[in-house]
């Protein structure tokens, strides 16, 4: 699934649009490893989604920092965007949050390398250091904890604030705890190496099968894939419930009135359909009108 636009509504930016970004993945947990609590939820420079590129870059970073400083409050974490309400709203109405992020901090390509250098080790090994990018400290609910011990959730879900003139992050409204990262088949939000990544799927395959143009979204190919495996299937149900009647009605079990009736059962359940037909007398006289 690709990445959907939210037009923003009072959000008293102007020319800004939401695009609730499925992917930053909260990464794989040994089992009885603490949570993670320092996460990259957007990565450094030209980031690809279904609705288009942006970027991330240290003068819109600086921009989202300082709103979120301003603001002088904690950005929830929840669960499937349900705080964006509308289409993402729970059945229930509620948004839980399943964590906070109380601190946002920008790593820049010269800042890695910088921490990359001054962090070799007595036996000159350089530890591990955060990659470019927009990242966040995050303190979770119990419940969240859980989910996240249990491999419940693995992937995180920013809503980004962009500025449509430039296609610049200018802010971050809110992140999501998901299991449908929406960028397939493209560069995630991820600090990860996509050709060894086996949930990253090159669609170009599946688009040509369905002979569809470069300028059809993943979501679109996917829908299409999911149409065009349902008609087959039930072209393949119409085969076997036809002949099956076809069957009955050559043993004689089957007179005309009930063909339909036959056909439903068939196309409705071929096993009873087959009990049906074991236990069904002769109706019709065969060799005779």
């Given at each position: ?11 008293g930016v102007q ?8 992917a ?7 089992d ?6 320092r996460m990259?939820i957007?990565?450094?420079?030209e980031?690809?989604?279904a609705n288009?590129?942006f970027?991330?870059d ?5 921009q989202?920092?300082g ?7 904690d950005l929830?974490v ?9 289409m993402?709203?729970?059945p ?5 949050a ?7 901090h920008?790593?820049t390509?010269?800042s ?9 080790g007595?036996e000159g090994d350089a530890t ?21 011990a249990?491999?419940?959730?693995r992937?995180?879900s920013?809503v980004?604030l962009i500025r449509k003139?430039d296609?610049r992050?200018i802010g971050?409204h809110?992140v999501?705890?998901?299991?449908k990262?929406?960028?397939?088949g493209m560069t995630?939000?991820v ?10 799927i090159?669609?170009?395959p ?6 569809l143009d470069d300028?059809?979204c993943?979501?679109?190919?996917i ?5 065009r495996v349902?008609e087959l299937e039930?072209?393949?149900c ?6 099956r009647?076809e ?17 439903a059962l068939a196309?409705?359940d071929?096993?009873?359909?087959d009990?049906?037909m074991?236990?069904?007398p002769?109706?019709v006289?065969?060799?005779?009108t």
């Open positions: 699934m690709t990445a959907s636009a939210i037009q923003s509504r009072g959000s020319g800004v649009e939401r695009i609730a970004l499925e930053a993945r909260i990464g794989t947990l040994d009885g490893a603490a949570s993670p609590t990259l957007v990565p450094w420079g980031v690809r989604s288009g590129h970027v991330v240290a003068d819109g970073a600086a989202a920092i709103q979120f400083t301003a603001h002088g409050a929830p929840d669960y499937e965007h349900q705080t964006l309400g509308g993402y709203a729970s229930n109405g509620q948004a839980p399943a964590g906070w992020i109380t601190r946002l920008l790593v390509p010269d890695e390398a910088e921490a990359s250098a001054n962090a070799a007595p591990t250091t955060d990659s470019p990018g927009l990242w966040a400290d995050v303190t979770w609910t119990e419940d969240a904890l859980q989910h996240l249990a491999r419940r959730y992937y995180l920013p980004a003139s296609r992050l971050v809110s999501a705890l998901t299991n990262p929406a960028i397939v995630p939000v600090n990860r190496d996509a050709a060894t990544d086996p949930s990253i090159d669609l170009t599946l688009k040509s099968v369905l002979r300028s059809i993943d979501e679109a190919i829908a299409g894939a999911v149409s349902r039930r072209r393949e119409e085969r076997v419930a036809d002949r009647v069957t009955a009605s050559r043993a004689g079990k089957l007179a005309a009135p009930q063909r339909d009736w036959a056909h196309m409705k071929g096993d009873e359909f009990r049906w074991a236990s069904a002769v109706v006289s065969l060799g005779r």
